[in-house]
């Protein structure tokens, strides 16, 4: 508290800021109210959001998509209770490290999977299943979900995937190889490809 009134009474600067912040961060943690922490890291695709709850990661977000609009969105959808803690993240921000460095094929972590649900949620938990350097096309998804007709759902499901990067979607081509839509862009999409067959 005495922290907090000095900063108060005198101009902070960011050494202070930054230990009233893991201070907030620690005791949040600790009083279990931290119910989405985040954290922004850089990648070779651009600045990423992560983002966890107690149960795993529940986002990953590129900058295009609007950080502050995705955490407006996980604050409707999950809990308000969302603080920048980077250090829940850690693992994440490792394994990504190792993934982009060509170190990692697959990745370790505890999933979230609450921003999805039904038939989306299904696809999801089925692209890991398409293997580091492999691609298969919508239509292929679809099969392998037991729905061989839900071509355009599993775009769909694709395309809103909470967790890209991680779980996989980058690895669902058109019938005729074309790289089709990604949250990230084209050129994001592309990047993970080559990266995964170099």
């Known amino acids: 508290m005495n922290d907090a009134l000095d900063v108060l009474g005198s101009p902070a600067d960011a050494e202070t800021l930054s230990r009233l912040h893991r201070n907030l961060e620690r005791h949040a943690e600790q009083d279990g109210l931290l119910d989405v922490a985040y954290t922004v890291v850089d990648s070779p695709v651009g600045r990423l959001l992560l983002a966890a709850t107690a149960r795993g990661l529940v986002r990953v977000a590129y900058a295009t998509e609007g950080h502050d609009g995705v955490l407006e969105t996980i604050a409707q959808r ?9 250090k829940r993240l850690d693992t994440t921000a490792r394994e990504l490290d190792e993934y982009f460095a060509g170190r990692r094929r697959t990745f370790d972590l ?18 890991p299943e398409i293997g580091y350097g ?9 099969e392998l979900v037991g729905n061989p007709n839900a071509v355009r759902a599993v775009g769909t499901a694709c395309a809103t995937n909470p967790l890209p990067v991680v779980v996989p979607c ?4 058109r019938a005729d190889g074309t790289l089709g839509g990604y949250v990230g ?5 592309a990047a993970l490809l080559h990266l995964e067959a170099a």
């Open 78 to 86: 999950l809990s308000p209770r969302i603080l920048r803690a980077p």
């Open 110 to 127: 505890p999933l979230d999977l609450s921003l999805s649900h039904g038939f989306r949620q299904l696809v999801q938990r089925h692209l």
């Open 134 to 142: 492999q691609t298969r096309s919508y239509r292929e998804v679809a």
């Open 170 to 173: 980058h690895r669902v081509l």
């Open 185 to 189: 862009g084209a050129e994001a999409k």
